[in-house]
């Protein structure tokens, strides 16, 4: 008999120890962040060993940063009688002996009655709060579960049915708290600002407007932060080694608490490509003074434009130039070129077009033997009808209207012999007499003219 009583007690002294510690319960408040002057919701959840009819709870804070502006029911409690709620709510957001909130809760009144099935993290309640305007970035305020608050005063309570005794646990109770974040910046822009600079590929400047007061500011390159700037920064340039897209954000730092990043901007970083060739180069030449008027059209945008006689730089001329004026020498054939840049200095290729200045030469001295005489008008006719040469075919348009025919020969006689046409006699146009250039732009030339 004493053995059996000896084996009997220690196993149940074995079985109410396990029932003891297996009916364990814990209430629990979320730590939260929230910027100043915002709104925010704590949770609070219940882990429960047995099926909860009920609970009361009460939370207090100290009322520095956080002032309580509603209680409701969390996801579980509001899931009661099938969606419906609980039978019974009770909440006090202005307790005595606060500040801080009660809140009690009976799931069912009638039957069934409903509880909260066991489980981890079950959300039985939501504290919302405002948080102070003037709330500093990195200060936090506790949310701790308080059996001080309200008149009576609320107790926290889970509230279970052990076979048909309705028993209080009493809960472990795990404060939580809200903590006051930083404000991110906002309105970030990025443009590239200097095409040329950064090796090239351009240099960046990206502005934001700060959310708060920082101690300092970060720019990040893929969360990253590639940049520390003082806490007033608003604008910064940036450079990037290769070419290609590059995303930034800027994000700010008060108290060591780290906002969270501004919206995104991209810059793209490329090298700016020189401007095609001037197309459409055209020279005319003033022959007598050599002035040659150069003209072209820019395909592209430039910045600048070279000019060059024979290849030695003539003129540099402003963005967007498309003619200029240039001087060449005595007679001749010049080579005249024009080039675009981009606004980094990168040339186009050249665009050419060739001035003609034609030779000097006398007007009617066909045969070119320093005088006029018969023997100019038979040079013309041996040029225009006896298979003969015109070396300088200026100088046989003697009535200079562009062209060599008859009218010259009968021009040219008129002169040497002094026939009047029309009551007085042709006078030849200039160069007479003396060696000269042309002086009407036409598409008679001089190639050569001795004596000249």
Request: glycine share 14%.
């Amino acid at each position: 008999m004493p053995k059996f009583c000896s084996f009997i007690v220690p196993a149940m002294i074995l079985l109410t120890s396990s029932m003891i510690m297996g009916q364990v319960h814990t209430v629990t408040a979320s730590n939260e962040t929230a910027l100043p002057g915002a709104n925010v919701t704590a949770s609070i959840t219940l882990d429960n060993e047995e099926g909860a009819r009920g609970f009361s709870i009460g939370v207090a804070h100290s009322g520095g940063i956080l002032t309580l502006n509603a209680i409701t029911a969390g996801s579980e409690s509001a899931a009661s009688n099938a969606g419906a709620g609980p039978d019974f709510e009770f909440k006090d957001l202005a307790p005595a002996g606060g500040p801080g909130g009660t809140y009690g809760v009976i799931l069912s009144f009638g039957a069934p009655l409903d509880e909260i099935a066991i489980g981890n993290g079950n959300e039985i309640a939501l504290f919302g709060y405002t948080c102070s305007a003037a709330a500093v970035p990195g200060a936090s305020e506790a949310l701790s579960f308080s059996d001080a608050l309200g008149a009576p005063v609320v107790t926290n309570v889970v509230s279970v049915v052990l076979g048909s005794t309705s028993i209080s646990r009493i809960p472990i109770k795990v404060s939580g708290s809200i903590s006051i974040g930083t404000p991110a910046p906002s309105g970030l822009t990025c443009s590239i600002t200097d095409a040329c600079g950064g090796g090239g590929l351009g240099v960046g400047t990206l502005v934001w407007t700060n959310g708060a007061t920082y101690d300092s500011v970060e720019v990040l390159v893929g969360g990253v932060a590639t940049q520390t700037l003082a806490g007033t920064a608003t604008t910064t340039t940036t450079t990037n080694g290769i070419a290609g897209n590059v995303g930034y954000s800027v994000r700010g730092v008060r108290n060591l608490v780290t906002s969270g990043e501004s919206n995104n901007c991209t810059l793209t970083y490329q090298t700016v490509a020189p401007p095609a060739a001037p197309s459409g180069v055209t020279c005319v030449v003033d022959q007598v003074t050599g002035n040659t008027t150069v003209t072209w059209t820019n395909p592209d945008p430039v910045s600048s434009v070279e000019v060059t006689l024979n290849g030695v730089l003539t003129a540099t001329l402003g963005a967007g130039a498309t003619n200029t004026v240039v001087t060449i020498g005595g007679p001749g054939s010049y080579n005249i070129c024009v080039r675009g840049s981009n606004p980094c200095g990168a040339f186009s290729g050249d665009s050419c077009c060739t001035a003609v200045r034609d030779n000097f030469f006398i007007r009617n001295d066909m045969n070119q033997d320093g005088s006029e005489n018969i023997a100019d008008p038979v040079q013309g006719l041996n040029y225009l009808f006896g298979g003969g040469t015109m070396p300088c075919e200026d100088a046989a348009d003697v009535n200079d209207d562009g062209s060599i025919n008859i009218a010259d020969i009968v021009y040219s006689l008129n002169v040497i012999f002094g026939i009047s046409i029309g009551g007085s006699v042709p006078v030849v146009p200039s160069p007479n007499g003396a060696c000269g250039p042309d002086p009407t732009s036409d598409s008679v030339s001089c190639a050569s003219f001795n004596g000249c």
